[in-house]
């Protein structure tokens, strides 16, 4: 049954790494054309649509990095399928998709979608056999057929209403959560200690996934607060080698400087060799710190005016840009203080990094804007 999991689990997040340079580039498209628009003291570029000028260019490039974000669960649900069964679930695993945002059924729909169609292209793969001249029936007519029907009867027959429903119902929720400071920060805090519990594993991405899947469905401020957590830990023990630097082996302050760089672009993966040699006393450090710098940034108001951008350079994606930026580094200071405080580095062996399939390496590429 484990064994099971880890595989659905890899798809799930193959089909993830694929949508991310889609995520990245889009949020850029999106965020830059923003800041062009606040240049000139204008916050909303849909007044400029029908102008003329930088303006309306302005407006223009806005709606390429918005018509970008609204391919995100077609090619989720695509690439998930495409993880599955190759090339032979690619068709009907975006059209999976694009009924899933149609019918409202957002990343849930997308995520059923993908493996529906993965597993039925597989299934219709290893079952039908034509053999002589009609073999290139199977791959051209009969698979596309039978793939993309079940799957177009799944989603807009079956269960696109009911998921729909359900998906509307958590947004709307989450939405309630945010417009409460007190839910808001009780969010705050779930996420961050989610976030810092395992750094990548599977409790880290269960709230990345969260807080991803309320970015594609329009709700951005969960995925601001798990930005904010992913940064954490990384600065905070680039930040302890510079704290008191005798407390430390040379090859951890090394490794503290290159945790300042992936603390900045926000790789969460880059505090583990530090956890690692006293988990017992490091891991609820990365926990409270996490959970308290992103509790700060949203005491203190954080807020999504645009699709947010991961790392600490991510600020200026969001309101209260300052707001961001006190989370990350109070969280940062917790743990830059306290790890000198419970552990000496100096008596520890050299850090070792952890191993990582290719598979795992992309999913760190993928923490890299909206995780941890």
Known sequence: MKAKLKVIEGHLMTGISYILPVIIGASLIVG?????????????????????????????????????????????????????????????GFIGGALASSTNAGFIGAVIAGFFAGYVALFVKRKIQIQGSAAGLVPLLILPLITVGLTGLLMSVLLGGPVGALN??????????????????????????????????????????????????GVYLPAILVNIAIVIPPLGYGLATLIRKRNFS?????????????????????????TLVNPLKLIPLNVVACAAGSGVAALLGVHDIMPPIGGLYGFFSVGNWWAYLIGALTGALVIGIGANLLVNFSEKKEPQKPEHDQKQKEEDDFDLVLEG
């Open 250 to 274: 040379p090859t951890f302050r090394e490794a503290g400087r290159g945790g300042l760089v992936m603390g900045i672009i926000g790789i969460t993966e880059g505090a583990i060799p530090f």
């Open 32 to 92: 830059l054309a923003k800041l062009v628009g606040l240049g000139f003291g204008v916050s909303d570029l849909n007044a400029y649509k029908d102008a003329g000028g930088i303006l309306h260019g302005a407006y223009l490039m806005e709606q390429v990095g918005w018509t970008g974000i609204g391919l995100m669960n077609v090619l989720l649900a695509g690439f998930i399928a495409y993880s599955i069964a190759d090339k032979s679930g690619l068709a009907a």
């Open 168 to 217: 509307t119902a958590l947004i709307e929720w989450i939405k309630g959560m945010v417009a409460d400071g007190t839910s808001t920060l009780a969010l705050a805090l779930i996420l961050g200690a989610m976030i810092g519990f395992d750094l990548g594993g599977p409790v880290n991405k269960s709230a990345w996934m969260a807080g991803n899947a309320l970015f594609l469905s």
